[in-house]
């Protein structure tokens, strides 16, 4: 595998200057004033048109003010006014904390002291309401200003008047009520789930048969677990957002980021917070900055893969402890013959979240045609040539000899490892996507378009979960990015989870969801596959066929689905409000269900996905973006 690699990249470095070349005319995109005021006016133009205000016209107006904020030089009068300008529009939605965040950066740059003056006035305004003190000072500070330049006796005017109203709204406790958080909650005999390092969960076990090769590894329960039971929450290994998503959402954590704050040097890396922006550039940015503009310039679009891959293979050498150390762990992975253990830590005894374990992850390499081989080799040999040029990932730089690059092992080893790590985010890496509502009955499937999503998302942990069109698992994504793993139906003691990759077996006939399945190279074999399971619609014609059962238990069975259709009509009304006790209801429905019902029947199809819906509401990130303003 590593010779026919190595042939690949030789191959595209020989080729390279033709690669290039198609794009040589193309400039790398800096930061620069120009395009930082043109994103902030398009921003203006539908801020200010507020006719046409809904939900995805503001998040439009914060992504066009980001963007602003992205190609704003540092430090300069330009970023002030970014800021400011977003500001404006998230008081304008009811987010005061993240405009209070954007006011106080914007006052510490170098812009006009009329534009200090509208941003203290609006500072008073948020520090108002959110019931904050702070506001009294901020108002004096005002006022001291005001007397101090010259301003138009309109404009006073209405500055006067947004001051007054504040401190009377501050002193009559007017607040505006704080957002409410969603904390991980359990079910009774629930137990919590474990981050701590080499413990999947107290619930989850890493498994292997030999006698079913194709299953690999896999996850199973470590004892009966019933459903609506949260089996694992766990954080991503490595995240990047899509091309649209980049002024929305964390570069690093891929959280909704209301106010971000930009890389000092790329215009495409934006951060929730200083924490993460630090984290980042420990990690891999300082290395991947220089990369992305020179991937963009060459590829006309910014593959959130491509750029996975490179990150990975930073964190991989820092995590290792250099390169010479980080080849000595691939030898060691690549030569284990221990199926269940390979990627474990160098004990052999645990399953960590690090570069071990993500290297490890099938990737499928070997089942892809010479076409997708070969073009993923091209973008490695692109992405090392950068790396090589424009980085000290190698103890010295290579200039401009290609041809070098082709002749030295180290140069050979990094280009197979992003290769590498392409392949393991094609295979391995979910697309995930912000949620705007959290109560829904449509649960028809979609297809996991990328412009519909927000990032990739990679977990070596939730990698080793197999796929099944009756699957007994489902997870949800929380504010931190956390990835919650619950069951959605009972599962025994030492049987295998699974995730459904696709559409379920109720929303698309077997042929079509197997055509979908082939990028993964299996043919799934699930219950549902092998007997042909019908449709949800056609299951619903058939009715419910009970099992031979008492007159109380079909009076149980019975009670226990009145009381979801309760939850599914106040869903539809939009007056729901999710708690523990109405995912008890429902685990006990499915329950009966399971017990007293034959299968394939609907009510199993629709309970799990209310189980989904439920989970969703309870702790799933919704990002609070109102429609009307």
């Known amino acids: 595998m590593a010779k026919a690699e190595n042939r690949r990249l030789i191959e595209a470095l020989s080729d390279l200057d033709n690669i290039l070349a198609a794009n040589i005319w193309r400039e790398v995109i800096s930061k620069n004033v120009a395009e930082s005021s043109k994103a902030r006016q398009e921003g203006n133009k539908i801020f200010t048109d507020r006719s046409s205000h809904d939900a995805a016209k503001h998040v439009e107006i914060l992504r066009l003010y980001s963007r602003s904020v992205a ?25 005061y904390q993240p405009a209070l965040e954007d006011i106080k950066r914007a006052i510490q740059l170098p812009v006009s002291e009329l534009h200090v003056l509208k941003y203290l006035v609006r500072k008073v305004q948020c520090e108002a309401e959110l019931g904050l003190e702070d506001a009294r000072g901020t108002c004096e500070e005002a006022k001291l200003l005001l007397e101090e330049i010259e301003v138009s006796d309109k404009l ?7 001051l007054v109203n504040s401190i009377v709204k501050l002193e009559k406790k007017l607040f505006s009520p704080p957002e409410p958080s969603k904390k991980l909650q359990f079910l009774e005999n629930t137990s919590e789930p474990s981050d701590s390092p080499g413990i999947i969960s107290n619930l989850l076990s890493i498994s292997y048969n030999p006698s079913r090769v194709k299953q690999g590894r896999h996850l199973t329960v470590t004892r009966d677990v019933g459903p609506g039971e949260v089996l694992y929450a766990c954080s991503p290994y490595v995240v990047c957002p899509i091309e649209t998503r980049i002024y929305n959402n964390c570069s690093h954590c891929l959280s909704f980021a209301w106010a971000c704050i930009p890389c000092d040097s790329c215009v495409y890396a934006m951060y929730c917070s200083q924490r993460c922006k630090d984290e980042a550039k420990d990690l891999y940015h300082d290395i991947e900055c220089k990369v992305i503009g020179r991937s963009w310039k060459v590829y006309e679009t910014m593959n959130a893969g491509r750029l996975m891959s490179v990150k990975m293979l930073v964190m991989a050498i820092r995590e290792a402890g250099g390169l010479e150390e980080l080849k000595k762990h691939v030898e060691e992975i690549d030569a284990c013959k221990d199926t269940r253990r390979r990627g474990f830590s160098n004990d052999q005894t645990v399953f960590l979240k690090n570069f071990r374990a993500v ?23 692109v992405l090392l040539y950068f790396l ?44 995930v996507r912000d949620l705007y509502t959290e109560s829904t009955t449509d649960w028809s499937w979609k297809p996991p378009k990328e412009e519909n999503g927000t990032g990739l998302y990679l977990s070596p942990f939730l990698s ?10 489902a997870r949800c994504e929380m504010a931190d990015r956390r990835t919650v793993l619950f069951s959605t139906r009972p599962i025994a ?30 043919t799934c074999d699930c219950i549902a596959c092998e007997q042909e399971w019908p449709l949800l619609l056609n299951m619903m014609s058939s009715g419910l ?43 006990y429905a499915i329950v009966l269900v399971l017990k007293h019902c034959k299968l394939p029947n609907w009510r199993i199809a629709s309970l799990s996905a209310l189980m989904i819906t439920l989970f969703n509401n309870l702790y799933g990130y919704v990002i609070d973006v109102p429609t009307k303003c």
């Open 545 to 587: 066929t009970y099992k031979p059962v008492t007159e109380n238990e079909f009076k149980a069975t019975s009670r226990a689905l009145e009381n979801c259709e309760v939850i599914v009509k106040k869903l539809e009304e939009g007056s729901f409000t999710c708690d523990l006790d109405a995912l008890n209801d429902l685990a």
């Open 388 to 431: 090589a040029r424009y980085t000290p990932i190698f103890k010295s730089y290579f200039d401009h000899d290609k041809k070098a690059l082709a002749r030295n092992d180290d140069a050979l080893f990094v280009g197979r490892l992003l290769s590498h790590y392409q392949h393991v985010v094609i295979s391995n890496a979910v697309m």
């Open 71 to 95: 190609y704003a030089p540092i430090d300069s009068e330009e970023l002030g006014l970014a800021y400011g300008n977003r500001s404006a529009a998230l008081m304008h939605i009811g987010k």
């Open 156 to 162: 006073k005017k209405d500055m006067v008047v947004k």
């Open 464 to 473: 080793l979960i197999n796929h099944s069109c009756y699957p007994n698992v």
């Open 359 to 381: 290297y490890s992850l099938v990737s499928n390499a070997r089942n892809r045609s010479d076409k997708e081989q070969n073009a993923i080799s091209r973008d490695s040999a």
């Open 493 to 522: 003691k030492g049987e295998q989870i699974y995730l459904c990759y696709g559409p379920h077996y109720y929303d698309m006939i077997k042929s079509l969801r197997h055509e979908l399945l082939e990028r993964f190279y299996f």
